[in-house]
């Protein structure tokens, strides 16, 4: 057995810290952790505004996907807007015309604002929840 601090999350910090308390833990049977993100592996950057999931998980068919998809895009792109594609949708199983579908019910319900050209890919401006509230 080997005696170790017991630490807990300091949210104010943004980390851990020592409680004061000590504690017996048997290193030989601790497993290592598990990476929590794999490398080149996509990944939903935050934050994203609970009342926005709401919204749009109240929406029908994949338009919470296909939001959810947006706001990952927003997220590597460091920007409110983004050109979607199809191929985001592709790994989740949405064809085009769920695509439009989605998108068309998160713009009826004022969750992005979308900008079509003949043969282009739509651009998509993420709107802000809490602004949503006041219109």
Same mark, same amino acid.
């Given at each position: ?9 300091? #949210?104010? !910090? ?12 048997? %290193?030989?049977?601790?497993? *290592? &952790?598990?990476? /929590? !993100? ?5 990944? =939903?950057?935050?934050? %994203?505004?609970?009342?926005? #999931?709401?919204?749009?998980? &109240? /929406? *029908?068919?994949?338009? =919470? ?7 990952? $895009? ?8 983004? @050109? @979607? ?12 015309? &769920?695509?439009? +579908?989605?998108?068309?019910? =998160? ?6 604002? %979308? ?5 282009? @890919?739509?651009? %998509?401006?993420?709107? +802000?929840?809490? !602004? $949503? !509230?006041? $219109?």
């Amino acid at each position: 057995m080997t005696r170790i601090e017991h630490k807990i999350w300091n #949210v104010q !910090r943004g980390g851990f810290t020592g409680s004061g308390e000590a504690m017996d833990v048997n %290193i030989d049977t601790l497993e *290592p &952790a598990e990476r /929590l !993100r794999v490398a080149g592996d996509r990944f =939903l950057k935050g934050p %994203i505004p609970w009342s926005w #999931v709401a919204d749009a998980a &109240a /929406l *029908p068919g994949q338009a =919470l996907l296909v939001g959810l998809c947006i706001w990952r $895009l927003a997220g590597v792109k460091k920007s409110r807007t983004v @050109f @979607f594609g199809n191929s985001d949708l592709k790994p989740l199983g949405i064809d085009r015309a &769920a695509k439009s +579908r989605a998108l068309l019910a =998160l713009e009826q319900a004022r969750l992005i604002k %979308i900008i079509r050209q003949h043969g282009r @890919f739509p651009t %998509i401006t993420l709107l +802000r929840a809490d !602004r $949503l !509230r006041n $219109l």
